[in-house]
């Protein structure tokens, strides 16, 4: 499967618990102003890339966590992410998810598109939400405005509703 990806960073301890290889995918309908990745905007920008060269890249990596998925809007590729997702599950990887959707909009649209429902159930946490400038706080654990929340999938999805992901002193 074909990707649109902006970069990879190796080894990151900001974008999610624990030291993580972060994917930063292309392509992002939000636009949001002030946005840390502008240049991920463009769903033409990027390159393309194999999903199976992402996960060998994944598998060779030594020391990780876990995956993030950040962009762009990864939910704009949900199709080709939600196999690569499981993938990444498969190898005792944790995922963290990206997403200027909410939670509850995720919900919704996975109701009518199965692999934004897998994307989801993949996921060990969802950072959700527009960033909006007016709310930057970089104190913030994983994410830059005050209006993200950093969202428990495995409980919410279970729930039905939005379980705020509670940060254990130390793990941010």
């Known amino acids: 499967m074909k990707l649109r990806l902006a970069g990879i960073v190796p080894e990151s301890v900001v974008d999610g618990p624990g030291l993580r290889l ?3 995918f292309q392509g992002c309908p939000h636009r949001c102003p002030g946005c840390h990745n502008p240049e991920t905007h463009d769903p033409a920008g990027g390159s393309e890339v194999d999903s199976a060269k992402l996960l060998a890249r994944i598998k060779e990596a030594r020391g990780l966590d876990g995956v993030t998925f950040t962009g762009g809007e990864p939910f704009a590729q949900a199709s080709g ?12 990887l944790s995922l963290v ?21 897998r994307l989801l159930q993949a996921g060990m946490l969802l950072v ?18 005050r209006n993200q929340r950093l969202i428990d999938l495995p409980r919410s999805l279970e729930k039905g509703a ?5 940060v254990v002193e130390g793990s941010a």
């Open 81 to 92: 992410l939600s196999k690569l997702a499981e993938e990444i599950r498969r190898l005792g």
């Open 97 to 117: 998810l990206y997403s200027g959707f909410t939670f509850e909009e995720l919900l919704q649209k996975s109701k009518a598109d199965s692999h934004v429902r």
């Open 22 to 24: 972060v994917l930063y």
């Open 128 to 145: 959700d939400g527009l960033y909006i400038e007016a709310e930057r706080d970089l104190t913030l654990p994983f994410r830059g405005s």
């Open 162 to 166: 939005a379980v705020e992901w509670v």
